[in-house]
């Protein structure tokens, strides 16, 4: 149903870490733009860090330092590393991917082609 695959999430502490893995099914990771987004009930999508193709990131304040984006080397597969977890991260986490995006809008929503399902992180103590 879905093209991107999330997986990884889990109950963590404060503090703890948690690392999400997206896997493309039917197309190549390798060409496209990969963000990540998180999404708590009520609340719009917001975006977490995006990953070009030459594996370039940009983060949003409220995770920079915190969490770290990267690609494998064939690019198949992308990964959020999520440290310090804070109990305001706990959202469901989506990654989305597109080839048309320019970087002042890498935060809507609406310009990604491919969604995944999500997985969900919870941070409690």
């Known amino acids: 149903q879905s093209d991107l695959v999330e997986s990884g999430g889990g109950l963590v502490q404060p503090g703890g870490s948690l690392r999400l893995s997206c896997e493309a099914s039917?197309?190549?990771?390798?060409?496209?733009?990969v963000a990540w987004f998180r999404q708590v009930p009520g609340k719009e999508r917001e975006g977490v860090a995006i990953?070009?193709?030459?594996?370039?990131?940009y983060y949003a304040n409220s995770v920079k330092g915190r969490f770290t984006a990267s690609r494998n080397f064939a690019k198949t597969t992308v990964y959020l590393q999520l440290d310090r977890l804070q109990p305001e991260d706990t959202a469901r986490y989506f990654c989305?991917?597109?080839?048309?995006?320019?970087?002042?809008?890498?935060?809507?929503?609406?310009?990604?082609?491919?969604w995944g399902q999500g997985t969900q992180v919870t941070v409690s103590s």
């Open positions: 039917g197309i190549n990771l390798r060409s496209y733009v």
């Open positions: 990953q070009d193709v030459g594996s370039d990131v």
């Open positions: 989305a991917a597109t080839k048309n995006l320019l970087y002042s809008e890498w935060t809507d929503v609406d310009k990604y082609d491919f």
